[in-house]
């Protein structure tokens, strides 16, 4: 029982829109807010709505809701695959990483604000990614960016790139290669917190 959520949405043909987020604290409160964050995300993207506003509005709903100490990292993108256009937004959640084909993965820093369920007024703002065809977004959670092995060392960014080292083709590739990269750093020790990972690009 945990806080990360992601979800996926299509608002027409041409136009899809990705959260991925994480609550702050573990067990059933976490969980709880979680559901609600995924119902909220739902009701309130529109069609033609930027990742932006649609964090602003997130949230405006979610101020009120959230236990007093918990707040929800989160990243919106808007998917535009017939304009070859990714725009993205972020409120305190990790760095995404790009993978082009011939290319070392790259982390890139969005313009953020602080996570959602604290400020009743936030000011997101997006940035606009051209995406040529088998280019990748990688986000995840502090899970992977936080797994600890037996002398609780850290993955780190460092250990995602060398992960995705190889870069892979495909999008179930590159969610296997960071799986096993988790893995192979973890070694024995045992998961201390959830791992969500969701990828998207143009085919």
């Keep these: 029982v945990g806080g990360d959520f992601y979800d996926v949405l299509e608002t ?4 899809f829109y ?3 987020g994480d609550v702050s ?15 909220m995300f739902r009701f309130v993207v529109k069609p033609g709505i930027d990742p932006a506003q649609a964090l602003s509005r997130l949230n405006e709903r979610l101020c009120g809701q959230t236990i007093r100490g918990m707040f929800i990292t989160a990243t919106i993108a808007r998917v535009m695959p017939r304009e070859g256009c990714i725009q993205m937004a972020s409120a ?10 011939g290319s070392e993965p790259t982390a890139f820093d969005l313009p953020g604000c602080p996570p959602l369920g604290i400020l009743r007024e936030v000011t997101p703002h997006f940035v606009s990614l051209s995406m040529e065809p088998h280019e990748w977004i990688v986000l ?10 037996s002398e609780k060392r850290e993955l780190g960014l460092d250990g995602i790139r060398h992960a995705l080292a190889a870069n892979p083709a495909h999008v179930r590739d590159v969610v296997d290669a960071l799986d096993q990269g988790e893995l192979n750093h973890r070694g024995s020790a045992a998961p201390h917190d959830d791992l969500t990972v969701l990828v998207f690009g143009l085919q």
Excluded: F
């Design 25 to 39: 604290g573990k067990g059933m409160p976490a969980a709880l807010l979680m559901a609600q964050a995924l119902s």
């Design 140 to 149: 995840y959670t502090d899970g992977l960016l936080e797994s600890w092995d």
């Design 12 to 15: 027409n043909g041409d136009e």
């Design 92 to 101: 305190g959640h990790c760095l995404p990483i790009r993978m082009t084909p």
């Design 18 to 20: 990705a959260v991925i």
